[in-house]
């Protein structure tokens, strides 16, 4: 074989491997928009916007998938709140202040949390956490969105941290001397220079940390339980557009309006997903040009 | 020796190592007060360390020890009860690398100062006009006070780190090979600045140049191999050092 057709097929399989992402969101797009298309008819898209998901019922259906989003937004919002000082805070000490001797001991910690299955940090939260939730602050039930919230927070600061603690990493060592040269401390250093010159990568890091505690599903399946209503209470229970999915795909009949209803609920899903990540590269863009 | 008699910093004795390596060796020196002495040797000579002693830079490097004495106006800056901040605030230093920061021009020179406690705009505005003024470079960027200091050219962005100096008043500036990475354009503006700051601060350069040291400082110091080996009036120095190795690098025989 001449060494120019042995080029030629070695690029081509590397641009195969290349592509086969392109072509599985969109395989991914068509799957999603043709099972979900009948419902257009009947019941119709206005059936979504509704206060009520009540799914399978003797008397009448709900495909209101609007306490799902406010659920998915509540658990998101609490987690991103507890996710962004520990996250931040613990990248900056891990990267500028930590001695070589508490970097060895936090750094394997931090990857050991990241790589806990969720379904043992779900268990954790069901059996540990709960009920700590529950007599802490007087509730019915430890089910609540704040313990799923704590949990996910929990799950998604080891990527803040060590996304973090890179784009800290790789501020010019130049900038700290220029800082410490004109009588800066070393936390005036960290906070006035370091800090702002990594914050595009810091923002980078929360926005993958919140697209992983915004898609997160069996956690949220586990703690926060499950009930579909409308309520900005962080100590409600509440249902996230997630845990429906999973929980009621396994047993809906095939083709019927509650599993099209199922299939808007994973479009409504991508789509946030999707403008969170166009406006992270956004922010991102924004804050590179300066 | 030279001795002077009013010196405005002391070296005695100063032997320096990074870890077990020792990269100065009994240095003793006075620099002399409003004046420019220049540092001059072969890589690696030590001349950029000795800078670095001046301000405590080589604090921040892990496993470096010293001993010796270095006073500036009579007092020991490695005493215990040496105000780091208060050092650095009166010893400037710029770099060989431009570094201003990521920030615009304005907070770039207001930086200082702020993090000294000047909250009052008037003042900080008053102290960015006079500091730009004072590195020759308020006349090119007055009326892009906003811009990113990045976007400045490579000559300006080391006038604005002078700048960014200048404005937390020191008495003493040291410069690391500041013009090395310039073009011959911007190298002349740096040494016109460097003639003009002589007349109010005490001014310490390291530099690879020969010519730009003759041309430059009042003072030459030679170094090599950790050792100073002759320091003299640069005039003295460029025509007839008293040692034979100064002279065959002053001669390019090598080095």
Same mark, same amino acid.
């Given at each position: 074989?001449?060494?120019?057709?042995?080029?030629?097929?070695?690029?081509?399989?590397?641009?195969?491997?290349?592509?086969?992402?392109?072509?599985?969101?969109?395989?991914?797009?068509?799957?999603?928009?043709?099972?979900?298309?009948?419902?257009?008819?009947?019941?119709?898209? *206005?059936?979504?916007?509704?206060?009520?998901?009540?799914?399978?019922?003797?008397?009448?259906?709900?495909?209101?998938?609007?306490?799902?989003?406010?659920?998915?937004?509540?658990?998101?919002?609490?987690?991103?709140?507890?996710?962004?000082?520990?996250?931040?805070?613990?990248?900056?000490?891990?990267?500028?202040?930590?001695?070589?001797?508490?970097?060895?001991?936090?750094?394997?910690?931090?990857?050991?949390?990241?790589?806990?299955?969720?379904?043992?940090?779900?268990?954790?939260?069901?059996?540990?956490?709960?009920?700590?939730?529950?007599?802490?602050?007087?509730?019915?039930?430890?089910?609540?969105?704040?313990?799923?919230?704590?949990?996910?927070?929990?799950?998604?600061?080891?990527?803040?941290?060590?996304?973090?603690?890179?784009?800290?990493?790789?501020?010019?060592?130049?900038?700290?001397?220029?800082?410490?040269?004109?009588?800066?401390?070393?936390?005036?250093?960290?906070? @006035?220079?370091?800090?702002?010159?990594?914050?595009?990568?810091?923002?980078?890091?929360?926005?993958?940390?919140?697209?992983?505690?915004?898609?997160?599903?069996?956690?949220?399946?586990?703690?926060?339980?499950?009930?579909?209503?409308?309520?900005?209470?962080?100590?409600?229970?509440? @249902?996230?557009?997630?845990?429906?999915?999973?929980?009621?795909?396994?047993?809906?009949?095939?083709?019927?309006?509650?599993?099209?209803?199922?299939?808007?609920?994973?479009?409504?899903?991508?789509?946030?997903?999707?403008?969170?990540?166009?406006?992270?590269?956004?922010?991102?863009?924004?804050?590179?040009?300066? | 020796?030279?001795?002077?008699?009013?010196?405005?910093?002391?070296?005695?004795?100063?032997?320096?190592?990074?870890?077990?390596?020792?990269?100065?060796?009994?240095?003793?020196?006075?620099?002399?007060?409003?004046?420019?002495?220049?540092?001059?040797?072969?890589?690696?000579?030590?001349? *950029?360390?000795?800078?670095?002693?001046?301000?405590?830079?080589?604090?921040?490097?892990?496993?470096?020890?010293?001993?010796?004495?270095?006073?500036?106006?009579?007092?020991?800056?490695?005493?215990?009860?040496?105000?780091?901040?208060?050092?650095?605030? *009166?010893?400037?230093?710029?770099?060989?690398?431009?570094?201003?920061?990521?920030?615009?021009?304005?907070?770039?020179?207001?930086?200082?100062?702020?993090?000294?406690?000047?909250?009052?705009?008037?003042?900080?505005?008053?102290?960015?006009?006079?500091?730009?003024?004072?590195?020759?470079?308020?006349?090119?960027?007055?009326?892009?006070?906003?811009?990113?200091?990045?976007?400045?050219?490579?000559?300006?962005?080391?006038?604005?780190?002078?700048?960014?100096?200048?404005?937390?008043?020191?008495?003493?500036?040291?410069?690391?090979?500041?013009?090395?990475?310039?073009?011959?354009?911007?190298?002349?503006?740096?040494?016109?600045?460097?003639?003009?700051?002589?007349?109010?601060?005490?001014?310490?350069?390291?530099?690879?140049?020969?010519?730009?040291?003759?041309?430059?400082?009042?003072?030459?110091?030679?170094?090599?191999?950790?050792?100073?080996?002759?320091?003299?009036?640069?005039?003295?120095?460029?025509?007839?050092?008293?040692?034979?190795?100064?002279?065959?690098?002053?001669?390019?025989?090598?080095?």
């Amino acid at each position: 074989m001449n060494y120019r057709l042995r080029e030629r097929i070695i690029k081509r399989v590397l641009m195969g491997a290349a592509s086969t992402s392109i072509l599985v969101v969109i395989l991914i797009f068509l799957f999603l928009g043709k099972e979900a298309f009948p419902f257009i008819y009947e019941p119709g898209l *206005s059936g979504l916007w509704n206060k009520r998901w009540i799914p399978v019922s003797f008397i009448q259906e709900f495909y209101g998938i609007i306490p799902l989003i406010t659920g998915s937004v509540l658990v998101t919002i609490i987690a991103v709140v507890i996710m962004i000082p520990f996250g931040v805070l613990g990248a900056i000490y891990v990267a500028e202040i930590a001695t070589a001797w508490e970097k060895n001991i936090l750094k394997p910690f931090i990857e050991i949390l990241a790589g806990i299955p969720s379904v043992v940090i779900g268990f954790f939260g069901l059996v540990v956490l709960s009920p700590v939730v529950k007599s802490l602050f007087g509730l019915n039930t430890g089910l609540t969105a704040f313990t799923g919230a704590l949990l996910l927070a929990l799950m998604a600061i080891p990527t803040v941290i060590s996304i973090s603690e890179d784009a800290i990493h790789s501020v010019p060592q130049s900038f700290k001397e220029a800082s410490l040269a004109l009588g800066a401390s070393r936390l005036q250093t960290i906070w @006035r220079v370091t800090v702002p010159a990594a914050l595009p990568g810091i923002i980078a890091a929360i926005m993958l940390g919140m697209g992983r505690v915004i898609g997160e599903t069996m956690v949220v399946l586990m703690v926060t339980g499950n009930a579909a209503k409308i309520s900005w209470n962080p100590f409600d229970s509440v @249902r996230t557009m997630t845990a429906t999915i999973a929980a009621e795909m396994g047993e809906v009949a095939f083709g019927s309006t509650h599993y099209q209803a199922l299939f808007w609920v994973a479009i409504v899903l991508l789509f946030i997903t999707f403008l969170l990540n166009v406006v992270a590269q956004k922010v991102l863009k924004k804050y590179q040009m300066r | 020796m030279v001795n002077f008699d009013n010196p405005k910093i002391i070296v005695k004795q100063l032997d320096f190592y990074y870890g077990e390596v020792q990269a100065l060796f009994d240095i003793s020196l006075q620099i002399p007060e409003k004046q420019v002495t220049a540092l001059i040797g072969p890589s690696g000579c030590g001349k *950029s360390t000795f800078l670095r002693m001046l301000n405590r830079m080589n604090d921040i490097i892990p496993g470096t020890h010293h001993q010796g004495k270095i006073l500036i106006d009579n007092s020991e800056i490695y005493s215990d009860n040496t105000d780091v901040v208060q050092l650095r605030k *009166s010893v400037g230093m710029v770099f060989q690398k431009s570094n201003p920061f990521p920030k615009s021009v304005y907070d770039n020179i207001a930086y200082g100062p702020r993090i000294h406690g000047i909250t009052d705009k008037n003042v900080l505005n008053e102290i960015v006009e006079k500091s730009l003024q004072g590195a020759a470079l308020w006349d090119e960027v007055k009326d892009r006070l906003d811009e990113s200091a990045i976007s400045l050219s490579g000559g300006q962005q080391q006038r604005l780190c002078i700048a960014r100096a200048l404005a937390v008043e020191p008495e003493i500036i040291l410069m690391d090979e500041p013009a090395s990475a310039l073009d011959p354009k911007s190298t002349a503006r740096i040494e016109n600045l460097i003639g003009e700051l002589r007349k109010e601060y005490t001014i310490v350069i390291v530099t690879h140049n020969m010519q730009q040291a003759a041309r430059v400082s009042d003072m030459t110091a030679f170094f090599y191999e950790g050792n100073l080996i002759e320091h003299d009036q640069t005039q003295t120095i460029f025509t007839s050092p008293a040692i034979k190795q100064t002279e065959d690098y002053i001669t390019g025989r090598f080095g």
